[in-house]
């Protein structure tokens, strides 16, 4: 599975931006991505890599980090392959590279620990300007 992310950029503090994740690679197809969890992760310069939030496979578990919670939504389009990352008031603390990551779960569970994850894009870089 290959992950691609974009939709990184420069915001002011207070403004809006979303990320989008696409699947693709040979065992991918518009089914077999729904066997996927998805998951969204950051890390800012010195820092280690953190959870940011996941997207079940059915899209309706969403767990997220305290510090985004209510900010920041995720979402999925199983269709398109797509993950996406709506970030809203966006702080100066959000600047990172941020990482979409996926698992092959059963239905009923919904990784939050970056351990879980098999599959990484190769990040796209968020900042915001305060």
């Known amino acids: 599975v290959q992950l691609q992310a974009f939709g990184g950029g420069l915001v002011q503090t207070g403004g809006s931006l979303r990320l989008s994740c696409t699947a693709s690679?040979?065992?991918?197809?518009?089914?077999?991505?729904?066997?996927?969890?998805m998951g969204w992760f950051r890390q800012a310069p010195g820092k280690e890599r953190e959870f940011v939030g996941t997207i079940s496979r059915s899209g309706d578990s969403t767990p997220y980090s305290d510090s985004v919670k209510g900010r920041f939504t995720i979402s999925r389009d199983n269709a398109k392959n797509t993950v996406y990352l709506q970030m809203n008031s966006l702080k100066p603390e959000d600047t990172a590279v941020y990482y979409c990551?996926?698992?092959?779960?059963?239905?009923?569970?919904?990784?939050?620990?970056?351990?879980?994850?098999?599959?990484w894009g190769q990040g796209t870089q968020v900042t915001v300007s305060s």
């Open positions: 690679g040979r065992t991918v197809s518009r089914y077999a991505f729904s066997r996927y969890a």
């Open positions: 990551a996926a698992k092959s779960t059963i239905l009923t569970h919904t990784p939050i620990h970056i351990d879980e994850f098999n599959y």
